[in-house]
């Protein structure tokens, strides 16, 4: 079974800190994703990256970066924290191999909580 | 640009009984995939069923199955003999498939209760 994990599940950070949030995946997954999910508002899409080293941003980039140093690792860094980042923080991935069944599929990492006081 | 929408906010369900969520998309491409997500309390969101646009067969999954209505860009799930566990946040999502896209637009959920 493909395994998606986050560093974190929940984290408590004061204003103004840098924030890492890491995530993995065992699948050799070409694609990764940041979502924020906020209450009413669905997922939203913070970054995502398709390949190591690339990136692109999503719906919702700002206040946030993103590094992809290894396939299996995909890391959200929130550069100086704000009270309106405390939020629900999912990590996934994805394979897209044009004959697979499971094409586009995402799966979900279990999800960081983080305050932000 | 494409929407999903979600009109249910929350639903609830007898045990045994089935339910229908509803979920409509708008889209101007003929190709692209369709997804139900389950995320139950506390736990990891994870696939319940998908939908290629180019299948007219509606996907099932055990209880769960799907109403495709291309046409009418309506993506239902129905869930048959209701469980407790089934009691979770579901989310409908939309891909398109040509290459160079890689953006998955999510519904803003419908919460669903199961009641003993």
């Known amino acids: 079974d493909v395994k998606v994990t986050q560093s974190s599940r929940y984290l408590v950070k004061r204003t103004g800190e840098k924030v890492f949030l890491e995530c993995v995946q065992d699948?050799?997954?070409?694609?990764m994703f940041w979502y924020r999910q906020d209450p009413g508002l669905g997922l939203r899409l913070i970054y995502f990256s398709y390949d190591v080293k690339m990136k692109e941003k999503g719906d919702i980039p700002e206040g946030y970066s993103v590094s992809r140093e290894k396939k299996e690792r995909f890391s959200l860094i929130l550069e100086s924290a704000s009270t309106n980042q405390t939020s629900m923080y999912l990590c996934?991935?994805?394979?897209?191999?044009?004959?697979?069944?499971?094409?586009?599929?995402?799966?979900f990492g279990p999800g960081t909580r983080l305050t932000v006081t | 640009a494409q929407t999903v929408t979600q009109s249910q906010p929350e639903m609830s369900v007898q045990e045994a009984e089935t339910v229908t969520l509803s979920c409509t998309y708008d889209?101007?491409?003929?190709?692209?995939?369709l997804f139900w997500y389950k995320q139950p309390p506390s736990r990891q969101m994870i696939l319940v069923i998908r939908?290629?646009?180019?299948?007219?067969q509606n996907a099932t999954e055990n209880r769960f199955s799907v109403n495709f209505q291309k046409a009418a860009k309506s993506f239902s799930l129905k869930i048959s003999d209701s469980q407790l566990g089934d009691a979770a946040m579901y989310f409908c999502?939309?891909?398109?498939?040509?290459?160079?896209?890689?953006?998955?637009?999510f519904g803003t959920g419908t919460r669903l209760k199961v009641l003993a």
């Open positions: 939908q290629e646009a180019y299948k007219q």
């Open positions: 999502a939309y891909r398109r498939v040509p290459s160079g896209t890689y953006k998955y637009i």
């Open positions: 996934a991935s994805s394979f897209v191999g044009r004959d697979s069944p499971r094409r586009y599929e995402q799966y």
């Open positions: 889209t101007s491409e003929s190709d692209y995939y």
């Open positions: 699948m050799d997954h070409e694609n």
